[in-house]
């Protein structure tokens, strides 16, 4: 119980990291500094720990790579819009 409580506290606290950076892109419209090929190897790795934890059947490592996958796509997704 305990490894799975750390496992969830760890993959949310990483998760929502992004968070701060979206709402500030989201009120500025500013991308300029926003690396576009970081996000996405970011997301290219968020979605190879998906496959690992559907493979592993791990439902912390599943969900919390699920929504940083999500949080990730949005900042690409700023950074593509507000060119």
Known sequence: MIEELTGITAGVLTSVATLPQ???TYRT???EDISLFMFTVLL???LLWVA???I???KPII???IVACVLNS???YF???YR
Do not use: E, H, P, Q
């Open 22 to 24: 979206i709402i500030k």
């Open 29 to 31: 419209r500013n991308v």
């Open 44 to 46: 290219l790795g968020l």
């Open 52 to 54: 690992y934890g559907i």
């Open 56 to 58: 592993n059947d791990d």
């Open 63 to 65: 969900f919390t790579n």
């Open 74 to 76: 949005i900042m690409i």
């Open 79 to 81: 950074k593509v819009r």
